[in-house]
């Protein structure tokens, strides 16, 4: 029953996009600032449909679910949706990405749900520079959210941050700092060649994971192990002294798709076989037109066979040729 690809991957992790809609406007993610286009309500799943897929991708071997945005949060019933995942036979781990906005109200209530694991994206501790890169005066709502994630047991909580090359790249050594203060896990991501019509050309933007390491006080004397399981694509490291860990995500210097085990599922209903992929499988008609848990299977193993072996993104990479903002096939 378990989901090999054609490389002999096990495919165990499922990332559900519940919604294209954000209450922040990050650069990277959102490529316009205004007037951005949103799928209608219509075109996005229920959480009906959602549920029976993710039955029959719990049924097949998927042992992961995260949910995923946009904005996650922003969608009214998310936690009694959680819940519902949670629930399911055979799920073993179900976590959640998000922006921390609404994380403080909500903690509490999707501890309670069954979310196991908590990701927040922070790329900076700067209040005008959140404003700049976000769109919105939102850090104090960020950081309370991670304060309270951590006070409801979400252990470690996760802080995803984005280098940029004179946006926030000096602010690496304050951001790796938040470490010897909290048992958080402060992950570096190198920035990926999606559309950043907001900060300028992408080949002036991107900082290599080498470079990062490097603005790192007391790096040299930590160990950066193998990527693992428990901690996706990071690679992992421990700073003299630390409470938490500080992790590498580098897709463009070590990408790590060898060991590649996700699918994602977008809000309108694709599944889509690689991030920086245009293939994509359609399970919107099928599940609006009476598809039984089998052919949801069936569509799932496609899925599984068309995953390529690799990316072939390079720093030179044109954005213009992902099609799809980050913010629409999500996070």
Known sequence: MALIDSFRRRIDYLRISITDHCNLNCGYCMPVFSDRPHLDHSEILSYEELLRLAEAAVGTGI??????????????GMVEFCHM??????????????????LAKMAHSLKTAG????NVSLDTLKRDRFEAI????????????????????????????????DVNDDEIAQLAALTYQHAWHVRFIELMPFQ??????????????????KRIPHINKAHVGPALATNGPARMCTLPGAKG???????????????????????????RTCLFSETEIDVKR???????????????????????RRHHL????????????MHAIGG
Not at 289 to 298: D, F, I, Q, S, W
């Open 115 to 118: 979310v196991k694991r908590v």
């Open 134 to 165: 976000a769109g919105r005066d939102k850090l104090d709502d960020v950081l309370h959210g991670i304060r309270e994630a951590d006070a409801v047991g979400f252990h470690p909580v996760k802080i995803n941050v984005v280098v940029m090359r």
């Open 196 to 213: 950043h019509a907001r900060f300028g050309d992408y080949r002036d933007l991107y900082m290599p994971i080498g470079t990062i390491i």
């Open 245 to 271: 860990k500080i992790g590498f995500i580098a897709p463009m210097s070590w990408h790590f798709c060898g060991s590649c085990n996700r699918l994602r599922l977008t809000a309108d209903g694709k599944i």
């Open 63 to 76: 042992s992961k679910i995260r949910i995923t945005g946009g904005e996650p949060l922003v969608r009214k």
């Open 314 to 325: 390079s720093r030179g990479l044109r954005p213009d040729l992902v099609q799809r903002a």
């Open 286 to 308: 099928p599940l609006r037109t009476g598809a039984t848990k089998h052919e949801l299977v069936e569509l799932l193993r496609d899925a599984v066979k068309a995953k390529p």
């Open 85 to 102: 995942l949670g629930s399911l036979p055979g799920l073993e781990n179900l976590a959640l990405t998000t922006n921390g906005v609404h």
